[in-house]
């Protein structure tokens, strides 16, 4: 397995996070997963990380790639066609990191189960 992620699991457009924002979602103490079904046939992942909840961007970014790399290493082995935005809700502290990517992990595991 390669260790990228590739462009195409990914949302690109405002309109794309629109749609799936629009639609129901699971809320948990950091996080809030929005999901969407899609006509494209693979999981594609959108993230949000706001300057309000963090200020610097390199810890936005640290973020944003634990949630990408989350998603990555946990796939939906069979053909899940999903729109998911993560948005994050809550600062993480870095003794928060381990429970965060547990929850992650959880919260996309009943998404796919729910579709």
């Known amino acids: ?3 990228e992620f590739p462009f195409f699991r990914r949302l690109h457009k405002p309109k794309e996070f629109e749609l ?3 639609n129901k979602g699971l ?3 950091w996080l809030a997963l929005h999901f969407k079904e899609n006509t494209i046939g693979i999981e594609r992942i959108g993230i949000i990380v706001s300057k309000r909840i963090v200020a610097r961007a390199v810890e936005r970014n640290r973020i ?3 949630i990408r790399e989350s998603f990555r290493q946990n796939y939906a082995t069979d053909v899940c066609a999903l729109d998911v ?3 994050l ?3 993480l502290s870095n003794q928060d990191i381990a429970d965060f990517k547990k929850t992650l992990i959880l919260l996309l595991m009943k998404v796919r189960k729910t579709i």
Do not use: A, E, G, P
Request: proline share 0%.
């Open 85 to 87: 935005v993560v948005r």
């Open 20 to 22: 799936v924002l629009k």
């Open 27 to 29: 809320t948990d103490k």
């Open 64 to 66: 944003k790639r634990l």
């Open 1 to 3: 397995m390669t260790q």
């Open 89 to 91: 809700r809550k600062k």
